[in-house]
């Protein structure tokens, strides 16, 4: 049976306001990418609503609209246009908003890398084109590397740390502490240790290739915004169990009765329950975000993916 894309549209006309759309459908991040390429400015609500107002932007009422129509349609997203009226503004239907930050995302590769940097590019790359680049290693440990560039560094554990000096670690620090989110996936969270500001501990087990269990997720967290329910099932790729220190939040954890499916050892599975996923740690201006596991794996595994792209776009907020 083919997939078929839901068909996207803008229902109540061409809006006066602002139109808005809901960041829990899986091409949102594509369409406020799409959005801010053509610099039209998007917003957020504290509850993850995306917001475009009408005002101040570089086309007219109904240029806007034919916009968001045919990004509607590819994205297949359903906006809603914001009826006007006497006394009525922006501030009537949504408070408190935010713009989304365009990202400028450098994803840190090396010979060799693993697999979990080939599903984050995809999922950037092919389903959201959102501007990343992939820098070598090699590069960011180099002097000339302008890390005030991107706003968002990514690490995997495939990278061989050892290879880079002081100074480049003091860099990135710098560049955190200044405003930047730091994404640790996995075995990286080891880069935080060479900035001074480690906060993750991991003990490795064995006897997991591949199971699903469920995980609970903060509240409220701009991490999770769009998400309708407190938990979701994630893929977990091995033993590892993290120990998250006092001087950092836990922001996503295995809920108490975590298995749905696979195979695990009794022994395993109690020391999955309750056990931290994703944690995080403030830094100056900046964020260090930590992923245990792939939220992207192998570009079928499409639940977490939001969970990502929520930390690209929203991780100024967290």
Known sequence: MEAVLPEGRVTGGVSPLGYTFAAGEFYAPRMVTALQQKDIFVDVTPEGLLVVPVADQLFDGKALHEILS????????????????????????????????????????????????????????????????????????????????????VFTGAIPLEKADAAAWKRLAD?????????????????????????????????????????????????????????????KGNATVWTVAPDAEVLMRYTAEPYRSGYITPENLARFAGAPLVAGKHLGKGY???????????????????????????????
């Open 70 to 153: 045919g990004l509607a349609a590819e994205c297949g997203i359903d906006v809603t246009a914001l009826p006007g009226g006497r006394r009525k503004t922006l501030d009537t239907y949504v408070k408190d908003r935010s713009e989304v930050r365009r990202p400028r995302t450098a994803i840190i590769t090396d010979t060799g890398s693993s697999s979990q940097q080939g599903s984050l590019w995809h999922l950037l790359d092919e389903h959201y084109a959102m501007n990343h680049s992939l820098v070598d290693f090699g590069t960011f440990a180099g002097e000339r590397f302008d890390i005030d560039r991107y706003d968002v560094l």
């Open 175 to 235: 560049r955190v502490e200044a405003g930047a989110t730091l994404l640790l996936l996995g075995e990286a969270h080891k880069v935080s240790g060479l900035i001074g500001e480690d906060s993750v501990s991991a003990e490795i087990g064995k006897g997991v290739s591949g199971l699903v269990l469920n995980a609970e997720m903060t509240p409220g967290s701009p991490l999770f915004w769009g998400y309708r329910q407190p938990d979701i099932d994630v893929f």
């Open 288 to 318: 260090i975000l930590y992923f245990q596991e792939d939220f992207a794996y192998r570009a079928y595994w499409l639940g977490t993916n939001g969970i990502l792209a929520n930390a690209l776009l929203f991780g100024d907020k967290l």
